[in-house]
């Protein structure tokens, strides 16, 4: 069972590209709050960066990724990756570009990584291939649309 | 498990308790050995050396503005009874609980462990009201931190850890 | 030194084709090499997102952007009629296609399993004008990650192929007066026909081939001589 709530994109600048309710259980907002939150959201992702409190181990990275081409974003500290609440749960995915997917789900729900990953490749083939799609702007694609439909409604 | 830091925020937004365990010195040398891997990539030493520079009461401000503003924004998504638990990042994860006092307690700890609020519950409920609420001499706000980090609290606050949280 | 000079000398040598080291240009290679070679469909993707934005440069209309896609997959078809043909078992006694079937035929095998690794989905004749024809595709390729915004729905990207086939009609001598691409997913198709299967195939394209009388006459006249 697979309960997806709602997804947000916020592009790099922090602007809510796109956004969609998929299953009731978050409060309805009206359009101009979400892109509030969207903003907001940019802001403390960018906090959470900055307040890591350990220097990065870059002696971590290199044993993970054996073999591949060193990263220049490798050391990098990440912002918020998952946000728990007693309601939902919100992970976070940033982008070698910036840009965030925010996917609400339920508390326990499991497999989130994979959906995440998914969600990636719908963006990245019927978004970024779109040849009337500009990049930074709201997402209106009939396909992508289509994609997230049929995904969560497979799995749920 | 490492611990990093705690805080204890009051209704007035102002930090009167904070503690900081410093992280492991491996960590450290890892990081004197980095500038060897190209000069071109600073972003990362840049936030580094940043942090250093600020002071921990900017730290404790961000800290409170940033679970200050995660709290609303959980309660404007999940409804009024929601309440915000943790957050993750790839480096860290912070655990936060609020008393029906509007008091924050908030503790960053590395990623693997699970949620600790039933602890900053605890330390609220047994450190805390014992030793500083219940404490004749504190006075009843504690402007600038007086009165919190006596010595009964210290010592139980250590106690608490290292029963719970062992190294 | 001002800049004109600068990017002039840059080139190296004469502008225009540069030389790898060992003198090899792709020209020097067998042409059967590439035989069974296959491109990343999203390398083809990002060529084609470029494709379209130049043909969208100072645009006036879609008829007037579907004609540029078509501009570009022109030449395309007459340099892939050559090539194919050169690639077939005897090249030697192959001869291009001489009547409108087997040309037809052409397109809807060799043709689209060499571009897209599949043949056609079906191949209609008009029933109320002889000299049109009707080439289904099901789910074009060109189209696969493409969504239109709502102010173009009637634009059907596939326009550029439609470009590759009407320059196959053209090297091989079959004279058109258009060759254009249409959006049939949505509704029926019309002249019941196949059917449109909006639910199934919703990306579905016909592709009409509009031959010009001459070329009808003809065949009427080989026709005759044949049978």
């Known amino acids: 069972m697979l309960v997806v709530f709602a997804l947000f994109i916020i592009s790099k600048a922090g602007g809510l590209i796109y956004n969609r309710e998929f299953h009731t259980g978050l409060s309805k907002l009206s359009s101009n709050d979400y892109l509030m939150l969207a903003g907001s959201f940019h802001g403390m992702h960018a906090i959470t960066k900055q307040l890591c409190p350990a220097p990065p181990t870059p002696n971590v990275q290199p044993a993970s990724a054996a073999g591949l081409a060193p990263s220049p974003f490798s050391s990098r500290p990440t912002g918020i990756e998952v946000l728990e609440s007693s309601h939902f749960r919100a992970q976070c995915f940033q982008t070698l570009t910036g840009t965030k997917f925010l996917l609400f789900t339920e508390p326990q729900q499991p497999n989130i990584d994979s959906i995440m990953r998914k969600i990636y490749d719908l963006y990245a083939d019927f978004v970024m291939k779109n040849p009337f799609y500009t990049v930074e702007m709201p997402i209106r694609c009939e396909k992508f649309d289509r994609g997230l439909d049929g995904f969560v409604k497979v799995r749920s | 498990m490492v611990l990093y830091s705690f805080y204890i925020f009051d209704r007035h937004t102002e930090c009167i308790y904070s503690r900081r365990w410093t992280p492991r010195p491996t960590s ?140 | 030194m001002t800049t004109p000079t600068q990017s002039s000398s840059s080139g190296g040598g004469a502008p225009g084709l540069r030389y790898p080291s060992n003198k090899k240009t792709i020209y020097d290679r067998n042409l059967n090499r590439s035989k ?184 009427e006249i080989l026709g005759r001589g044949g049978g």
Not at chain 3, 110 to 118: A, V
Request: proline residues 5%; charged residues 20%; negative net charge.
């Open chain 2, 28 to 167: 450290s040398s890892g990081k004197t050995a980095r500038p060897q891997s190209g000069s071109s990539i600073t972003s990362g030493d840049g936030t580094v050396t940043n942090r250093r520079n600020m002071s921990h009461a900017d730290d404790e401000k961000l800290i409170f503005g940033l679970v200050f503003s995660l709290r609303n924004m959980v309660q404007k998504l999940g409804g009024e009874d929601d309440t915000f638990l943790s957050y993750r990042t790839g480096e860290y994860k912070l655990h936060y609980y609020e008393t029906p006092t509007r008091m924050k307690f908030v503790m960053l700890t590395d990623t693997k462990q699970n949620n600790l609020r039933p602890y900053l519950h605890q330390i609220w409920a047994n450190l805390y009201v014992e030793y500083v609420v219940k404490n004749p001499l504190a006075p009843v706000e504690h402007p600038g931190g007086v009165g919190v980090a006596n010595e009964m609290f210290e010592r139980g606050l250590d106690t608490f850890i290292t029963a719970v949280l062992p190294a």
């Open chain 3, 36 to 219: 069974n070679a296959e491109l990343s469909r999203a390398a083809f993707a990002y060529l084609f997102v470029e494709m379209i934005s130049y043909a969208q440069k100072n645009v006036r209309n879609l008829v007037d952007l579907e004609k540029r896609l078509n501009e570009q997959g022109h030449p395309l078809g007459l340099r892939l009629l050559d090539l194919l043909l050169s690639r077939t078992s005897n090249p030697l006694s192959s001869i291009r296609p001489t009547r409108i079937l087997p040309l037809l035929q052409f397109i809807a095998q060799t043709l689209w399993r060499h571009l897209f690794g599949r043949p056609a989905d079906a191949l209609e004749r008009s029933e109320s004008d002889a000299g049109q024809y009707m080439l289904y595709d099901n789910e074009p390729l060109v189209n696969q990650y493409i969504s239109l915004p709502r102010e173009m729905s009637q634009l059907n990207c596939a326009a550029f192929v439609a470009g590759i086939v009407e320059g196959v009609c053209d090297g091989a001598g079959f004279a058109t007066e258009s060759v254009t691409a249409h959006s049939v997913g949505e509704q029926q198709a019309e002249g019941g026909g196949t059917g449109g299967g909006g639910g199934m195939w919703p990306g579905k394209t016909v592709f009409l081939i509009q031959f010009k009388p001459e070329v009808l006459e003809r065949e």
